[in-house]
C-alpha cells in the first residue's frame, strides 16, 4: 500500500534527518520506532505532505504523494505530534470546521460524522466545551477524531502518546485499534510497549536510518539466546558499561538490573532472558550508535 | 542593594548590551538624529530652519521628539520585554521558585533595562554630536560644542520620559503577561498622546498642555515659543516654573506606577494572578480540567457513517466562502481590532470637536470636512490594523500549532490564502464603515442634518484603496519573509522608505507602491479632475498587487518546509494553469496601464520633480536675471477674449495688449514671459524678430526691426490655449476646472521681462545651485525702485475689457462692469468693460454659482453688492453682504470715495485658503468663511473681518499702492489690517478687538522667532507677512489708541488724496510717516520711532494689587508694576531702551480673564495713560466700585512677550 524508497532529507543547519529511507508498510498498524531525534517525524511530515525530501520517492495506492499531493490529502488523516487547537472554539464547532474542510459538504451528512466520531471518543458529552480547556488526553482523543473524518485510507499519527497517563494512553491505543483494517495506519513512538501491545508491523528509526524492520515477533525470534541479565550495584554499574554492550538498566529495589547483549554467555553471573521488543529495540540503537561512531572515526 | 538585586540588575543589563536590539537600535537613531542634523531632507519634527544646525534648541528639539518616539519603542522593547521575558519564555517559575524577594527580580529587571533604554538614547545623542562635525556643513551653520544642551536634554527630557514610559509598560506588561496587550497599551497611549496635543494645541491651553503633557515638550515649547534665531543657538530653557513642575508630576507618576505595579505583582502562576485586563485577553490558557468521562465503552458498536466527499472547484468556491467568514470574524471579534476601532472613533469625535474652528469659530459639519477629519484622526489607524492583522491571520495556524493539521487538509493552497487577504479587505471595509457612520453621527449631533450617505461612500471607498493595496503587500511580506516579526520590520521599512525616497526627489508614483496623486475634495467641484489620474495609478497598482498575489502563492509555506531552494522548487511546480493565466493578466494590466501612466505623466504632461523644478528656476535666474531691471514698453491697455471650457479643463485666450514706450529713450527689445504651459497659437511678433528663445522656461526676446520712440505705442496681439490634458503624477492643475475655474493675468497671459517671483527663494537650495543670497526687497533709499509698483513691473495703470465665456450652466466673471450678456450655441458669452484705469492685475472665474444681489446706499452711490457663491452655501451670504456694505459705510466716511460702483464677492472652491481683492472682484475660497458657523456671537466673526480686509484692499492697493520697496506691503496689508479692525470694533466693541489682537500678538512673536533672513521694522517690511499682517494690526491699533481714531482716519485720508492713482514714482512708507508725524502730538513722536522704525518689546507685568476702603465708600487701589522695555535687532538681540512711555493702568470690576461667558461684558472703573520712566512704579487710584483686577496695559495693545502677566487679581489690603 504505502511505499517509501530512498527518501533522504538534510536540513539546512547540517543535520541528516533522513538517510536513504526504504519502508513498505502494508495495510493494518504499523509502529515506527525510534528516540527523539531519529527522523520519525522528518518521514512522516513527508509522507503527509508537509515536507519536501532531498531525493527519494513515496507513494500510495496508485498516488505519487511528491507530485500529486493534493490527490493524498483526500485519502489522509494526520495527527501531529504537537497538536494545537483554537482555544475559543468548542470541540464540535472545530471538528465541524475540520469536516468542511474536508470536503464533507452536505451539512446533514457531515453533522452525523462529527456526532459519530465525538462519540467513538467519548467527547460527546464536553461537545460544547472550549477546546482551551481540554486535558491532555481530551485533546489527543479530539486529534484523532480530526484526522478520522472522511475515510481515511493513510492514517498517520506521531508520537500520540506521550505524556499521557496510563488510563489515557490505553484509551488512546483503543481508538487505534479500532479503525478498520483496510487502513494504513501509522503509529510513531519511542515507547516500545506502544508497539508491542498493537502492531503486526514495525519499524526501528535510529540516527535518519531504518534500523530494523519486519514483525516483532520475528525480531524478537533473531535475538533469541543473546540477551542476558544481571542484578548488579551502582559502583559496579560503570565497569559493566565498558566491558559489554548494555543495552538497558532498570531500578529494581534500589539495586540495578542490567540487560547486555552477547552472541555467547558471558559468565560473571549473567544469566541468559527471552529477548522482548525492548531489547530489540536498544540493540538496534546500540548498533546505530556503533556505526555512526565508526563512521566519524573512519 | 541587596546581592539578588544586583544580580539580576546585572543579568539584564548584559541581556541587553548583547542584544542587537540595542545596538541596532541605537546606531538606527543616531543615523536618523545624524541625519536630521547633516541634511535638510531629513527632518525630525520641524525643519532646523535659519537656526545653527548643532544650536542647543536644534539638540533640544531633536532628543525631545526622539525621546518620544523612539523612546516609546525602546521602553517596550527593553522594559517591557523584560517583564514579559519569563513568562513568554516559560522561565518565570524557575525564577519565581528561587529564595528571593519579588523587590529584587522587578527591581533588578526594570532598572536594567532602564538603563538599556537610556543607553540607546544616548547613542541616539552621539549622531547629533558627530554630525555636527561633518566637514560639508556649512561653518557658517555650527555653533561651538557644548556638553550642558546634550545633558540638559537627557536629564531633563529623556531619562524622566524614559523613566515614565518604562514604569507605564512594565506595569502593563507585568499586569497582562501578553505581548498583544502591551502592543495595543503603547498605541493607545501613543495615539492618545498626539490627539491631546492636537486639542491642546490652541493659543488658550497653552499652560495646560504644558502641564499635561507627559513628555514635557508643551512645556519647551512654552518657554521657548516667542525664542529669536539668537536666543536659539545659545541659550537653554530655565528648568523651573511649568518645565519644572511638569517633570516633578510626570516623574512622580511614573515611580508611582511602578510602585504600585511592584505592590500588585504576584509571583504564583495560577490563573488568579492575572489581573481582569489579562483574563480578558488570554488565549492560551490552560487549565486542568478533570473530564466527566464516562466509562471507556466498546466504541466498535459506535460506527462512523459514511458521507460523500466533494472536491470539485464549486466545493473549492464554498470552501472558500467559509474560510473567509471564518477570517473575518476572528479579526472583526478580537479585542486588539475592537480597541483600536473604539479608539478610533474616541479619537475622531475628540478631534471633530476642536478641529472646525478658525480664530477660535466654528465652522459648519459639512461633510467634506468630516471626511478630512477621518482621513486625519481615524483611517490611518488602518496602516496598524493593517500592518499587525497581516501577520495575525497569516501566522494563526501556526501560532497555534494547528498548521500541520490544516496544511494536510484536501484544500487547494488558493484558499487559505485569499481567505486571509479578503478577510483584512473586508475588516477595511467594515472599519471605515464604522468610521462613515461616526461622522455621520456627529454631523447629526451638532443639528447638521444635511447628511450625504453616498458621498461619505464614494469618500470612504477612495480612501480603502492604498490600504486595500498595502494589505496584498502586507500578506506578500509576511509570506516572503515567512517570519512574523520579520515581515512587521519589512512593512515598517517599507513605509519608511516612501518618506526617504520622497525626500531623495524620487517622487514618481510609478515606482512608489499603492501611491496615487493625492485628491482634494472641494464642496464646489467634487473630486473633479483629480479622479482620473488617481483611478488609473491605482488600477497600475491593482494589477502589481495581482502579481504579488500570485507571488504569495506560489512562494505559500504549506508545511514545514521553509528552506528557500525547497520553497522555490515548489514555487516552480505550483506555477501551472491558473497562476499562470493570472500572473500573465498581472504582468499585462500592469505594463499596459504603467505606460498609459507614463504616457499622460511624462509625454502628454511634463513630470518636473522638485529637484528638477528647483534646477529650471535656478537656470531661469542664471540665464535672465541680468534684464532684471531693463527699460521696456510697458501696457496701458488690455483687451481679451477668453473663451473657458470647463468639461474640457481647457480655456482660449486672444488678445491685445496696447504697448507704450514710457522711458525717453527708444526701445526696441521685447522680453516676453509665458508660463510654459501656455501653447502660442499666434504671435503679433514676427519670428523672425526673435533673437532668443527658451521653450522650457517661457522666455524670449524680440528684437523690434523699428525701434518704439518716446512716447509712441503699439499693440501687441496673441492667441494663446491653455489646456489640462490627461493626468499628472503630482502638482495637478487646479486653476482649471470642472467647476470653480479661477486664473489671473499672471497665471496664463504674456508678462514682460524678467520676473523677480520664478526665482528660488529658499536660501539653502539657493547655495546648493551656486546662487547668491536672494536680492532682498530694495531699500527705501533706492531712488529707482519706486519706478514700478509692487504688483507687476511691466505695466502701471490700464484700461481694460475682457469678453468671458463659458458652457452653458455656468457664469463667467472678469473685472469691470457687465456690458452685455448672450448666449451663442450652447456657450454663455459675458462682456465685462471697466470704466476707469485699473493696476495690471485682473481674474477670471467660470462655476455654476447662485448669486445675491442688494445695493449699498441706494439713494446716493447705488453701489450695486453682488455674492457669487455654491447653492450649497448660502450660509454667511448676508454676513458678507452685511460686512460689506459696514465697510464701505466706514471707509468712504473715513478715507476716500469708493472708486467703483460694484463689489462682487466670487466663490472658489478650496484648493487655495485665500480671499483675494482684484478690481471691484473679490474671490473667496470656499475653505475660509462660506462654511463658517456664526451663531455663537461669542466667537470672533471672521467673516466679518476677512470681508472688510478684502474691502479694504480697494483702497489699500487699488487706490494707493506702494512702490517694489520695503515697506511696500504695510501700504496696503497693514492698513487693510487695521481698517478691518476699525469696522470689526465698531460693530463689535474693544473686547473683541482684545482677544483679535492677542491672536495676531501670538502670530508676530511666533512668526519673528521663524525669521530666515532678518526682522524689519514694519515700515521697512520685506513682504514679511508676520509684520505686514499680524504687526501692522497691533501697530496700528496702538497708533489709533494713542493718538486717536478720528486724527488718524484723517492723516490717512490726506494720503489717499495726496497719492491715489500715483504715476511712478510710486508712494513709499516715508510719505506716510510725514503726515503722521505732523499729526502726532510731540510727546508721541517718540511711539511713532518705536512702532514703525523699530524693533521695540516691552516686559510689563502687574506685580501687586490691593484695596482698601475709604469712608467715603470709594475703593482706594494700590498697583506696583515692573515695566521694561527692550530694543531688538535684525536677529533678535535685545537691548534694554529707557523707558519714557505712556502706557495704560487700569482697574476692573470683574475679571476680563474669564472670557468663558463671555456675555458679561467687563466693567472698566478706571483706564487711563500713564506716563512711566522708571521700571518700578506703584499707583494709588480711587474707584467706585468694588475692584476684581488691575494692571498695566491692560488691552494687550503693547507688544509683550508674556502678555497674560499684565493684569493682577485685587486683593484686599490691611487698614
Known amino acids: 500500500m504505502l511505499s517509501i524508497r530512498n527518501l533522504s532529507k538534510t536540513y539546512g543547519n547540517g543535520v541528516r534527518a533522513l538517510v536513504d529511507v526504504s519502508l513498505e508498510v502494508p495495510a493494518g498498524m504499523f509502529g515506527l520506532l525510534g528516540p527523539n531525534g531519529a527522523g520519525k517525524s522528518s518521514l512522516m511530515r513527508t509522507i503527509a505532505t508537509l515536507q519536501e525530501p532531498d531525493s527519494g520517492s513515496v507513494r500510495f495506492d496508485g498516488i505519487d504523494v511528491l507530485r500529486d499531493k493534493q490527490a493524498l490529502r483526500q485519502v489522509l488523516g494526520y495527527l501531529p505530534q504537537d497538536f494545537g487547537v483554537y482555544p475559543k472554539l468548542s470541540a464540535e464547532a472545530m471538528l465541524d470546521h475540520f469536516a468542511v474542510l474536508k470536503g464533507l459538504t452536505q451539512g446533514k451528512e457531515r453533522r452525523a460524522v462529527v456526532k459519530a466520531l465525538l462519540e467513538r471518543t467519548n467527547l460527546w458529552a464536553v461537545k460544547d466545551r472550549k477546546l482551551g480547556t481540554f486535558s491532555g488526553g481530551m485533546r489527543q482523543r479530539f486529534g484523532i477524531a480530526q484526522a478520522l473524518i472522511g475515510e481515511p485510507k493513510l492514517v498517520i499519527v506521531d508520537e500520540p502518546t506521550a505524556g499521557l497517563d496510563p488510563e489515557e494512553r490505553n484509551r488512546f491505543l483503543n481508538l487505534l485499534a479500532e479503525i478498520g483494517e483496510d487502513v494504513v495506519i501509522i503509529l ?53 558499561e565498558v566491558g559489554y554492550e548494555v543495552l538497558s538498566r532498570r531500578l529494581a529495589a534500589g539495586r540495578t538490573v542490567i540487560h547486555i547483549w552477547s552472541e555467547s554467555d558471558p559468565h560473571e553471573g549473567f544469566e541468559g532472558v527471552a529477548p522482548d521488543l525492548e531489547d530489540v529495540y536498544f540493540h538496534a540503537l546500540r548498533r546505530a550508535e556503533r556505526s555512526a561512531e565508526s563512521a566519524l572515526a573512519a | 542593594m541587596s546581592s539578588h538585586f544586583r544580580e539580576i540588575f546585572r543579568f539584564e543589563l548584559k541581556q541587553s548590551f548583547t542584544s542587537p536590539l540595542l545596538w541596532g537600535t541605537g546606531l538606527l537613531f543616531a543615523a536618523m538624529t545624524f541625519g536630521a542634523v547633516t541634511s535638510d531632507s531629513v527632518t525630525i519634527g520641524g525643519g532646523i530652519g535659519n537656526v545653527q544646525r548643532n544650536a542647543p534648541f536644534v539638540i533640544l528639539q531633536l532628543l525631545s521628539v526622539m525621546s518620544v518616539v523612539g523612546g516609546v519603542f525602546v521602553t517596550t522593547g527593553f522594559v517591557a520585554g523584560s517583564a514579559l521575558r519569563d513568562f513568554e519564555r516559560g522561565t518565570h517559575e524557575l525564577f519565581f521558585s528561587k529564595p528571593m524577594a519579588k523587590l529584587d527580580y522587578l527591581g533588578g529587571r526594570f532598572a536594567g533595562s532602564l538603563v538599556a533604554s537610556v543607553a540607546v538614547m544616548v547613542l541616539c545623542s552621539l549622531g547629533i554630536l558627530v554630525g555636527s562635525f561633518m566637514p560639508w556643513l556649512d561653518a557658517e551653520r555650527i555653533g561651538p560644542t557644548l556638553a550642558a544642551p546634550y545633558l540638559f536634554a537627557l536629564g531633563v ?72 534665531v539668537a536666543e536659539k543657538n545659545s541659550a537653554l530653557p530655565p528648568f523651573s516654573g511649568l518645565l519644572l513642575a511638569n517633570r516633578l508630576i510626570w516623574s512622580g507618576v511614573g515611580v508611582a506606577i511602578l510602585a504600585a505595579s511592584f505592590a500588585t505583582f504576584r509571583t504564583s502562576t495560577g490563573a488568579s494572578t492575572y489581573g481582569a485586563l489579562g483574563r480578558l485577553f488570554r488565549r492560551r490558557k490552560k487549565v486542568a480540567v478533570v473530564e466527566p468521562d464516562p466509562a471507556v465503552e466498546d466504541a466498535n458498536a459506535r460506527v462512523i457513517p459514511s458521507a460523500t466527499r466533494d472536491f470539485s472547484s464549486r466545493r473549492n468556491r464554498s470552501l472558500f466562502l467559509h474560510a473567509l467568514r471564518r477570517e473575518t470574524l476572528s479579526v472583526l471579534q478580537s479585542i486588539p481590532f475592537l480597541v483600536m476601532l473604539a479608539f478610533g472613533m474616541i479619537n475622531m469625535v475628540g478631534s471633530s470637536a476642536v478641529s472646525f474652528e478658525r480664530f477660535g469659530t466654528k465652522v459648519y459639519p459639512v461633510t467634506a470636512l468630516l471626511l478630512e477629519n477621518l482621513q486625519g484622526s481615524f483611517v490611518f489607524l488602518l496602516a496598524i490594523i493593517g500592518t499587525l492583522y497581516a501577520g495575525e491571520l497569516i501566522w494563526k495556524e501556526r501560532a497555534l500549532k494547528v498548521s500541520e493539521v490544516t496544511d494536510a487538509l484536501p484544500v487547494p493552497t488558493w484558499v487559505p490564502l485569499s481567505a486571509k487577504l479578503g478577510a483584512q479587505w473586508l475588516v477595511i471595509l467594515a472599519f471605515l464603515a464604522v468610521g462613515g457612520l461616526t461622522a455621520m453621527g456627529i454631523q447629526l449631533w451638532r443639528g447638521y442634518t444635511h447628511v450625504e450617505p453616498l458621498l461619505y461612500a464614494k469618500g470612504l471607498s477612495l480612501a480603502a484603496v492604498p490600504f486595500l493595496l498595502a494589505a496584498v503587500l502586507a500578506t506578500f511580506l509576511q509570506v516572503v519573509c515567512n517570519q512574523k516579526f520579520v515581515g512587521f520590520l519589512a512593512m515598517i521599512l517599507f513605509m519608511i522608505s516612501q518618506v526617504v525616497l520622497g525626500s531623495l526627489n524620487f517622487v514618481h508614483r510609478l515606482y512608489r507602491f499603492g501611491e496615487a496623486p493625492r485628491m482634494i475634495y472641494s464642496e464646489m467641484n467634487g473630486y473633479g479632475h483629480f479622479l482620473l489620474g488617481f483611478a488609473w495609478f491605482n488600477i497600475y497598482w491593482a494589477f502589481f498587487s495581482l502579481l504579488l498575489v500570485v507571488g504569495a502563492a506560489l512562494l505559500w509555506v504549506r508545511g514545514t518546509e521553509t528552506a528557500w531552494r525547497l520553497r522555490l522548487r ?43 523644478w528647483e534646477h529650471r528656476q535656478a537656470d531661469y535666474e542664471k540665464r535672465f536675471a541680468r534684464y532684471k531691471d531693463l527699460p521696456a514698453p510697458r501696457i496701458v491697455a488690455v483687451e481679451t477674449s477668453v473663451d473657458i471650457y470647463p468639461a474640457e479643463r481647457r480655456v482660449e485666450i486672444a488678445g491685445r495688449y496696447r504697448l507704450k514706450n514710457k522711458t525717453d529713450r527708444p526701445q526696441s527689445a521685447i522680453h516676453l514671459q509665458l508660463n510654459p504651459r501656455v501653447e502660442v497659437r499666434r504671435l503679433s511678433l514676427d519670428p523672425k524678430w526673435r533673437t532668443l528663445f527658451d521653450r522650457k522656461l517661457g522666455y524670449s526676446i524680440y528684437r523690434l526691426p523699428v525701434p518704439l520712440a518716446p512716447g509712441a505705442e503699439m499693440d501687441l496681439a496673441f492667441e494663446l490655449s491653455v489646456a489640462a490634458r490627461g493626468f499628472v503624477n503630482h502638482g495637478a492643475n487646479t486653476s482649471l476646472v470642472y467647476n470653480g475655474t479661477f486664473f489671473n493675468n499672471e497665471d496664463y497671459l504674456p508678462q514682460f521681462g524678467y520676473t523677480v517671483n520664478r526665482q528660488l527663494q529658499d536660501r539653502n537650495q539657493r547655495r546648493k545651485y551656486g546662487l547668491p543670497p536672494v536680492a532682498r526687497v530694495a531699500k527705501l533709499e533706492d531712488k529707482n525702485a519706486r519706478r514700478n509698483n ?55 472665474l467660470s462655476a455654476r454659482w447662485a448669486v445675491k444681489k442688494d445695493v449699498w446706499h441706494p439713494d446716493q452711490e447705488n453701489v450695486a453688492i453682488e455674492v457669487y457663491y455654491d447653492p450649497a452655501h448660502a450660509y454667511n451670504v448676508d454676513r458678507m453682504i452685511d460686512a460689506s456694505k459696514k465697510s464701505l459705510d466706514y471707509f468712504t466716511a473715513a478715507f476716500s470715495p469708493y472708486q467703483h460702483r460694484q463689489v462682487r464677492i466670487l466663490e472658489f472652491p478650496g484648493y487655495a485658503n485665500f480671499a483675494q481683492s482684484f478690481p471691484n472682484t473679490i474671490p473667496y475660497s470656499e475653505g475660509i468663511g462660506f462654511i463658517a458657523d456664526l451663531s455663537d456671537p461669542d466667537d470672533i466673526d471672521y467673516v466679518f473681518y476677512v470681508t472688510a480686509h478684502e474691502v479694504a484692499h480697494q483702497w489699500w492697493g487699488h487706490q494707493v499702492i506702494g512702490g517694489n520697496i520695503q515697506g511696500g506691503t504695510m501700504l496696503s496689508e497693514s492698513l487693510a489690517q487695521y481698517s478691518a479692525l476699525m469696522v470689526m470694533q465698531k460693530e463689535y466693541g474693544r473686547e473683541k478687538m482684545r482677544r483679535f489682537l492677542k491672536y495676531e500678538l501670538d502670530r508676530y512673536l511666533v512668526g519673528r522667532g521663524g525669521e530666515l533672513i532678518e526682522e524689519m521694522p514694519l515700515a521697512r517690511v520685506e513682504n514679511q507677512p508676520y509684520i505686514h499682517y499680524a504687526k501692522g494690526s497691533l501697530v496700528f491699533y496702538a497708533l489709533q489708541d ?59 507685568r502687574a506685580t501687586t494689587a490691593t484695596w482698601t476702603r475709604r469712608a467715603d465708600g470709594k475703593y482706594l487701589v494700590k498697583l506696583t508694576i515692573d515695566a521694561k522695555k527692550m530694543r531688538a535687532n535684525g536677529r533678535g538681540v535685545e537691548s534694554p531702551l529707557p523707558l519714557d512711555d505712556s502706557i495704560e493702568i487700569g482697574v476692573f470690576a470683574t475679571s476680563g480673564a474669564t472670557e468663558k461667558d ?22 494709588e487710584l480711587v474707584v467706585d ?31
Open chain 1, 188 to 240: 510513531s513512538t519511542h515507547i516500545v510497549a506502544d508497539v508491542t501491545d498493537l502492531c503486526p508491523r514495525m519499524a526501528i528509526l535510529a540516527g535518519g536510518r531504518v534500523q530494523v524492520t519486519g514483525e516483532p515477533r520475528q525480531a524478537i525470534g533473531e535475538l533469541s539466546g543473546q540477551i542476558w541479565q544481571k542484578t548488579v550495584t551502582r559502583a559496579e554499574l560503570a565497569r559493566y
Open chain 2, 157 to 228: 527630557l529623556v531619562i524622566p520620559n524614559l523613566l515614565l514610559t518604562g514604569a507605564l509598560f512594565f506595569a502593563l506588561a507585568s499586569a497582562s503577561r501578553s505581548w498583544l496587550v502591551t502592543y495595543v497599551g503603547v498605541v493607545v497611549y501613543f495615539v492618545g498622546y498626539f490627539v491631546s496635543a492636537l486639542m491642546l494645541g490652541d493659543v488658550e491651553h497653552q499652560k495646560l498642555a504644558a502641564l499635561l503633557d507627559p513628555f514635557g515638550a508643551a512645556a519647551i515649547d512654552l518657554a521657548t515659543r516667542y525664542w529669536t
Open chain 2, 1158 to 1179: 463671555g456675555k458679561k461684558e467687563e466693567t472698566v472703573l478706571y483706564l487711563a495713560k500713564h506716563r512711566l520712566n522708571r521700571q518700578k512704579a506703584t499707583f
Open chain 2, 1042 to 1100: 494713542a493718538i486717536g481714531e478720528d486724527v488718524l482716519n484723517r492723516a490717512l485720508a490726506r494720503y489717499v488724496a495726496q497719492v491715489a492713482y500715483q504715476e511712478p514714482p510710486y508712494t513709499y512708507t516715508p510719505d506716510l510717516m510725514k503726515i503722521l508725524r505732523e499729526v502726532t502730538p510731540p510727546a508721541q513722536q517718540v511711539l511713532l520711532h518705536d512702532l514703525f522704525l523699530t524693533i521695540t518689546l516691552f516686559d510689563l
Open chain 2, 570 to 612: 515548489e514555487a516552480k511546480a505550483r506555477f501551472r494553469g491558473p497562476w499562470r493565466a493570472l500572473a500573465a493578466v498581472g504582468a499585462f494590466g500592469w505594463l499596459a496601464s504603467g505606460a498609459w501612466i507614463f504616457w499622460n505623466t511624462n509625454v502628454v504632461n511634463d513630470y518636473i520633480p522638485t529637484d528638477e
Open chain 2, 790 to 844: 509692487y504688483i507687476a513691473a511691466d505695466a502701471d495703470w490700464i484700461d481694460f475689457r475682457a469678453t468671458v465665456s463659458t458652457s452653458a450652466d455656468q457664469i463667467a466673471l472678469a473685472p469691470g462692469y457687465l456690458k452685455r450678456e448672450w448666449s451663442e450655441g450652447n456657450r454663455r458669452y459675458f462682456r465685462y468693460e471697466m470704466d476707469r484705469p485699473i493696476l495690471n492685475f485682473y481674474s477670471f
Open chain 2, 1185 to 1215: 466700585g468694588l475692584p476684581v483686577e488691575a494692571g498695566i496695559d491692560p488691552m494687550n495693545i503693547l507688544v509683550d512677550r508674556t502678555s497674560d502677566d499684565n493684569r493682577t487679581k485685587v486683593t484686599k489690603g490691611g487698614t
